[in-house]
């Protein structure tokens, strides 16, 4: 792989977690809380939830407020008591500011080197929730499929955010942690692409870098 001229970045399960999608976080937080909930119900409801929220969020709401709506709703459809999913959300949202901060220096060092994006299947608000949790100084660029009216792997958000980093796909390498939505997409745009996955030793595509956490990426940059 030739070095590339710019980086992009899934944010949900990538920069505010190692690896670890929203849904399954969600659905190990609920556990440790006592809700016994079969997978498959969770799952409905989660992306139940997860949908209803999708354009329906003020652009200006902070990250705090989304995963308190989420955690609601999916609290709301389980039949679970608020205090619960309120419960859940205040641990959801204290792992993710911790993760986002424990990253932001790394994303400081790469953007003296790298134009940095992020793109993301979000609700509408992304841009904000870059900039108020401290990460959007570093980026170039925020791509919403809210916003941009495509979700990954479309491979029109994935080509919105190469052209608002300037930068053909080829030269161009995207980092994140979900193998059809992240990997695929940018496979199908012939970007490179590092899949986040703890434990995993194989990508989707022959000679694809797998790292467990995103300080890793220095190595395969190196």
Not at 47 to 72: H, M, N, W
Not at 181 to 197: E, S, T
Request: aromatic share 8%; hydrophobic share 45%.
């Amino acid at each position: 792989m030739k070095a590339p001229e710019a980086l992009l970045f899934d944010f949900g399960g990538t920069l505010d977690s190692d690896g670890v999608a929203w849904k399954d976080r969600f659905f190990a937080l609920l556990s440790e809380e006592g809700a016994r909930v079969p997978a498959s119900e969770f799952e409905r409801a989660f992306y139940s939830a997860d949908d209803a929220l999708v354009g329906a969020l003020p652009r200006d709401l902070a990250l705090g407020e989304t995963v308190g709506r989420l955690a609601e709703g999916v609290a709301r459809a389980l039949g679970l008591e608020s205090r619960v999913g309120d419960r859940v959300a205040a641990r959801f949202l204290e792992e993710s500011r911790a993760k986002l901060t424990a990253n932001a220096p790394f994303l400081e060092r790469l953007s003296s080197r790298f134009r940095l994006g992020v793109v993301s299947n979000f609700y509408g608000n992304l841009e904000s929730v870059c900039a108020e949790t401290g990460i959007g100084q570093y980026l170039a660029a925020a791509v919403d499929s809210a916003a941009v009216g495509f979700q990954k792997p479309d491979r029109r958000i994935f080509e919105a955010a190469l052209a608002a980093l300037g930068s053909p796909a080829e030269n161009a390498l995207f980092i994140g942690d979900s193998l059809p939505r992240d990997m695929g997409g940018a496979r199908q745009i012939g970007m490179p692409h590092v899949w986040l996955a703890p434990g995993a030793r194989e990508a989707c595509c022959p000679g694809d870098a797998v790292i467990g956490r995103l300080e890793q990426l220095a190595e395969v940059l190196a």
